[in-house]
């Protein structure tokens, strides 16, 4: 496998259904990894931006950067690494967070029109992505092209999360417990979808990891915000700190092993 995430075309003779997926098995432990993991991309994006002052842009820029090294490094793996992909997704959901705060609060645009952007943008990289490959289900992410539209789509969704979260509680004046509620609400209704109807099981995957983003958008925002904004006004550098302890006792602790193979 070649290490650069340009070189999307490599593995375009290679029979997908031969090639282990590098993602993980979409069980219970990953679901609750994942919502540690979107909980502490708000916590660790607003300490950097916020708590250390560094404003929305430079911060953007600081988790790009480490965005795109976890990116490589995934791409050229081999194989399912699970503290690779958790690390690469921690590293999407901040970016995700301070990205999408500089779109809504810096550039003026409001969270309205950022969600409205955002979902647009997601919707596109997932139809392109069905175009290209004819499939959107996770157990086919196994080549660089796969990758590429995958990563692309969880940072879309990561970015639109947080957009979503602020708009539930701030524009909507729901507040971070009653966002929570809605979006609990919102993904026990996926999970009821996935067991008792016949709804595509991608289409619901996508939508519930949609749904984990802003669930986890205004868990952080509850943790940290002041308490006279319905906040518990806890440390962001502590709150931060305790999600990714619990994420490495997650990962060690809860079943992890690469998708099953696409059919």
């Not at 991309?41 to 404003?55: F, H, I, K, R």
């Not at 976890?70 to 791409?75: C, D, K, L």
Request: glycine share 10%.
């Amino acid at each position: 496998m070649r290490s650069s995430i340009l070189n999307l075309d490599s593995y375009d003779s290679v029979d997908v259904r031969k090639v282990i997926s590098k993602v993980p098995a979409v069980t219970l432990g990953f679901w609750i990894i994942k919502i540690l993991a979107t909980t502490l991309g708000e916590t660790g994006g607003d300490a950097v931006s916020m708590s250390m002052n560094l404003g929305y842009l430079v911060s953007t820029a600081i988790f790009a950067c480490l965005f795109i090294a976890a990116i490589r490094a995934q791409v050229s793996a081999k194989k399912f690494h699970p503290f690779l992909y958790w690390t690469t997704i921690i590293a999407s959901t901040t970016v995700g967070t301070t990205l999408a705060d500089f779109v809504d609060r810096s550039l003026g645009i409001g969270y309205t029109g950022g969600s409205t952007i955002l979902f647009a943008l997601l919707i596109g990289s997932l139809f392109v992505w069905y175009r290209s490959l004819g499939t959107i289900d996770v157990s086919s992410v196994s080549s660089p092209k796969s990758e590429f539209f995958y990563w692309l789509s969880i940072t879309f969704s990561q970015t639109l999360g947080t957009a979503l979260g602020d708009w539930t509680a701030d524009t909507a004046g729901r507040g971070y417990l009653g966002g929570a509620v809605i979006f609990s609400g919102l993904l026990l209704i996926v999970m009821l979808a996935y067991f008792y109807t016949k709804i595509s099981h991608t289409v619901l995957f996508w939508a519930a990891f949609i749904l984990t983003r802003p669930l986890g958008a205004v868990v952080g925002d509850f943790l940290d915000k002041p308490v006279a904004k319905g906040g518990l006004e806890l440390s962001r550098y502590s709150a931060t700190a305790a999600l990714l302890v619990l994420i490495v006792i997650g990962i060690l602790l809860l079943p992890q092993r690469a998708a099953r193979k696409a059919h």
